[in-house]
């Protein structure tokens, strides 16, 4: 069909030279977890001593097989319409002790994968840390640890040396906010720790890291650009009355200015130091710090959305004793009516995405980003599947349509978005819930040898990125 237009009336038209593809990560894909000289990282550690934690204690040591499969994966983002692609590299595969030694079969591996991207017209966008601390880094006090971002920045400048020849797009990190929500104060990830003032170093010391790799990688005059990828999750407030707007602006400051405002402005929230300050909660800050994070602004942003927050004024006084956490200083709101997916429990609201888009036109100086993570998981998918046996699910079209209505809105208004990454190219273990939630363009077959089957998304999405719209 080559060029073929299958769509007559493009409503929704992007502009020239959209990015369209999708995202995933070298943890929940690759595989081959303990070969090839790869070390655990430290979700290979807590799966050994919590095998309980994953859904159906399923663990990381398999994943979807892309390790081996690379090159079969690659045509099928061919036959899904692909233009880009973003994995991470594990650093706990090419510098399997943290820092020292290369692993060459690592650098053999991420070079065959660039370099067949490449030879299919597919733009390799390279994330360099997803959750995926090494084992032996942790130990070391991971993103508490000023040893362990020294060793961050040594990594990132190895990634930048080995494949900044052919590499465009660099990113840092997948929403650093994770680790920090997740492993630092709500118990959901290891290191399970509940203590915000340790968060606080987590986040602060992570700002470092990638401020310095991103000083590293401007020293090194490639060509290319680099960023970060955030999470952003809008705060909402349940009233128009001031203290639910108040809750809403702090919870904000919280959970998306606390990153977005220092990579981009090259410094902290006021507002939010100045929380922190009375709390007697700021982490502690070396000297020079605050320049390099000042002097280091990212070329590109990557936006992951998924769900809105939405916040209301404090209803009960917080117990005296209570240790600090950012929900003494607003609510949860569950607004009635909301649309949800039962299967993940997240809210969907679409035209979030546009809102997030203005907010970057308006106060961030309309920087360049993209859509890099957006989609929804499915449990129970293979009920799905229809006589030709292929999954048929519509609802994922639905949800992708609707998202891009209101991206497409925003770049009439003049956001400067240049593309769109669907959470994920096949289905993948994801971190706690395991295989629960089935979010791909192509099915993974896990009871039939990891077979691949494009669904009728992955067809549409071939559609879609030909017609460069819909
Ligand atoms: C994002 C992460 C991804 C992926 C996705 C879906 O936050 O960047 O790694 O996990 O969420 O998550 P889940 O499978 O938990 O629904």
């Known amino acids: 069909m080559g060029k073929a237009r299958f769509e007559q009336n493009i409503q929704h038209q992007f502009p020239d030279n959209f990015w369209w593809g999708s995202a995933a990560s070298g943890p929940q894909t690759e595989g081959a977890a303990l070969i090839d000289g790869r070390k655990p990282s430290i979700w290979d550690y807590w799966y050994s001593i919590e095998p309980g934690c994953f859904h159906n204690g399923v663990g990381p040591e398999n994943t979807s097989g892309f390790y081996h499969r690379f090159k079969q994966d690659i045509q099928l983002m061919k036959e899904t319409g692909h233009n880009s692609f973003r994995t991470s590299i594990q650093w706990s595969r090419l510098i399997p002790d943290g820092t020292g030694e290369i692993n060459v079969k690592a650098v053999a591996f991420y070079n065959q994968v660039i370099d067949e991207l490449l030879a299919n017209d597919i733009e390799p966008f390279i994330n360099l840390y997803h959750f995926d601390m090494p084992m032996c880094m942790q130990e070391k006090g991971g993103w508490e ?3 362990v971002v020294d060793a961050y920045v040594n990594y990132a400048q190895n990634c ?16 650093p906010i994770v680790p920090v929500e997740a492993g630092y104060l709500y118990n959901w990830h290891y290191p399970n720790i509940v203590d915000f003032r340790r968060g606080a170093q987590v986040a602060h010391n992570t700002i470092v890291a990638h401020a310095r790799a991103v000083g590293a990688f401007k020293k090194l005059n490639l060509e290319g650009k680099i960023g970060i990828i955030l999470n952003l999750t809008p705060s909402y407030p349940k009233s128009e009355n001031s203290e ?28 939010l130091v100045k929380i922190l300050k009375e709390r007697d909660l700021l982490p502690t800050v070396e000297a020079g710090d605050l320049e ?3 002097d280091n602004l990212i070329d590109l942003l990557g936006v992951n959305y998924y769900q809105p927050r939405r916040v209301k004024a404090k209803s009960e006084p917080v117990p005296e004793d209570a240790a ?20 993940r429990g997240w809210e969907i609201c679409e035209e979030v995405i546009y809102d997030i888009m203005i907010d970057l036109r308006d106060h961030y100086d309309n920087i360049p980003f993209f859509i890099s993570e957006n989609g929804m998981g499915v449990e129970g998918e293979e009920k799905f599947h229809n006589q030709e046996g292929f999954i048929e699910d519509d609802y994922r079209i639905d949800f992708v349509r609707e998202h891009l ?66």
């Open 145 to 147: 640890s000023r040893e």
């Open 324 to 343: 600090f956490m950012p929900e003494h200083l607003f609510d949860p709101y569950i607004m009635p009516g909301r649309k949800i997916n039962p299967h």
């Open 292 to 294: 390099v994070i000042k």
């Open 160 to 175: 930048f040396r080995l494949f900044g020849d052919r590499v465009k797009y660099w990113f840092t990190f997948n929403e």
């Open 244 to 271: 639910d707007v108040k809750a809403a602006q702090i919870s904000d400051l919280f959970f998306n200015r606390s990153f977005l405002d220092p990579v981009t402005k090259g410094e902290y929230p006021a507002d």
């Open 405 to 470: 209505k209101w991206v497409h809105k925003g770049i009439q208004e003049g956001a400067n978005c240049l593309g769109y990454h669907i959470w994920t190219f096949m289905d993948n273990w994801s971190w706690t819930n395991s295989y629960k939630n089935r979010y791909g363009l192509v099915e993974v077959d896990l009871k039939n040898d990891l077979n691949r089957t494009i669904k009728k998304s992955g067809r549409w999405y071939k559609r879609l990125a030909e017609n460069n719209g819909f």
